[in-house]
């Protein structure tokens, strides 16, 4: 099965935005769609990608094209799954886009490949120490075997000192 080519495996149910959509529109277009990843194209080239976790901290006013990832690492259909794998774990990113002469085909995630047998290890994902989540997981300063999701850290920073509730009137 881990010789079965990408293509064979790929999502073609991609979801494209162009690089001026707002930040609360990729979140609306994503949401409706019930994808994490979007493809940011201009005509027909693929000139970035963003996933839910890219958004989270995204201002709603500013543009994908502000927080989307480029160059974009694509993949083969003609590619095994065993590469797609190692691709996934060594560049440390969470999907491929499936590209052949230039056109978009589809898109294979780590879901797709854990769905096949591969394991969190094999894919390089990290798990949040919190709640276990493996999206958006980064090291924790100084101890690089811990680390926390996106969620998971925002609700770790302190309050400032205007955030707390002193328990004054109003």
């Known amino acids: 099965m881990r010789r079965t080519r990408i293509g064979d495996s790929m999502s073609t149910g991609i979801v494209c935005v162009v690089p001026s959509v707002k930040i ?3 979140r609306e277009v994503a949401r409706r769609r019930n994808v994490r990843h979007l493809l940011v194209t201009s005509k027909r080239d693929l000139v970035g990608i ?11 006013a500013q543009t994908i094209a502000s927080c989307m990832a480029s160059p974009v690492v694509t993949i083969s259909p003609d590619a095994t799954l065993d590469f797609g794998a ?12 499936v590209v052949s002469g230039g056109d ?3 898109i294979v ?3 797709d490949l854990r769905r096949r047998g591969f394991s969190d290890e094999e894919l390089g994902i990290r798990r949040c120490v919190v709640c276990g989540w493996g999206h958006n997981v980064v ?4 101890t690089p075997d811990v680390g926390f999701c996106l969620f998971c850290r925002e609700r770790s920073i302190p309050p400032s000192e205007d955030d707390v509730d002193l328990g004054g009137s109003g």
Request: proline residues 6%; contains cysteine; aromatic residues 0%.
């Open 24 to 26: 609360a529109d990729a």
């Open 50 to 60: 963003a996933c839910l976790c890219d958004l989270a901290p995204a201002v709603e």
């Open 86 to 97: 190692e691709v996934m774990r060594s560049r440390r990113v969470g999907c491929l886009p």
């Open 104 to 106: 978009l085909l589809g």
């Open 109 to 111: 995630t780590r879901g």
């Open 139 to 142: 090291a924790s300063l100084g």
